[in-house]
């Protein structure tokens, strides 16, 4: 008697991605402040987060995070090209989030005479440091550069860090600071090594034997 067949199992039902809560801001005047802005966006929701970027001269990109999803619609809504100081705005929703969600931040551009002191004095007005890691080559610094992770006591401290020194030009270099993500990479390179490394492996004993 034949055995049943078992079904085949059950897909597993795809992640449905949150509403985003967050908005993207360009078209800026050059002289707007956080404050002007943030006074600007209070008026459509409250706010929960706020990041401004200068990523060079004469270009200001905002990020805004309002408590619900509703509130970011409503934002686009009232403020996608409005005239703000004579520059029109481009708002919209953003689907990846560019705030921090940590208290962690990535900062690059350091010069090679980088210390964990140093890095904390340049810092120290962002916030409370709950550890900095000690500056290195490789990995995310470019040629003649060292990079390190901060870690802030409040997220909102790394958002301060982002705002404050992201582009911005210290002993030379200028710095790259972004939030630091909590996915890990798989060494795809190591395990195809090590693959690699016990084919070799059985072969000599094969030749051994």
Not at 128 to 151: E, I, Q, S
Request: glycine share 6%.
């Amino acid at each position: 008697m034949a055995m049943p067949v078992p079904p085949p199992p059950a897909k597993k039902a795809a992640v449905e991605r949150k509403p985003s809560k967050e908005i993207f801001v360009r078209g800026i005047a050059d002289d707007a402040t956080k404050d002007t802005l943030l006074a600007l966006f209070k008026a459509a929701a409250p706010i929960k987060a706020f990041v401004m970027r200068i990523p060079k001269p004469g270009a200001r990109r905002a990020y805004v995070e309002f408590k619900t999803h509703e509130d970011a619609v409503k934002a686009v809504k009232q403020f996608n090209g409005k005239t703000v100081d004579g520059h029109k705005l481009e708002v919209q929703l953003v689907e990846k989030s560019k705030l921090p969600k940590s208290s962690k931040v990535c900062v690059a551009g350091l010069s090679k005479d980088a210390t964990v002191e140093s890095v904390q004095g340049m810092l120290k007005d962002c916030g409370t440091f709950k550890k900095v890691a000690k500056p290195r080559a490789g990995h995310y610094a470019k040629v003649d550069t060292f990079w390190t992770v901060v870690t802030f006591a409040k997220r909102q401290e790394a958002a301060k860090a982002i705002e404050q020194f992201d582009g911005k030009e210290v002993d030379g270099q200028q710095l790259r600071v972004w939030p630091k993500s909590h996915k890990k990479v798989k060494p795809a390179k190591k395990e195809a090594g090590a693959k690699e490394e016990k084919k070799e492996e059985k072969k000599e004993e094969k030749k051994d034997e």
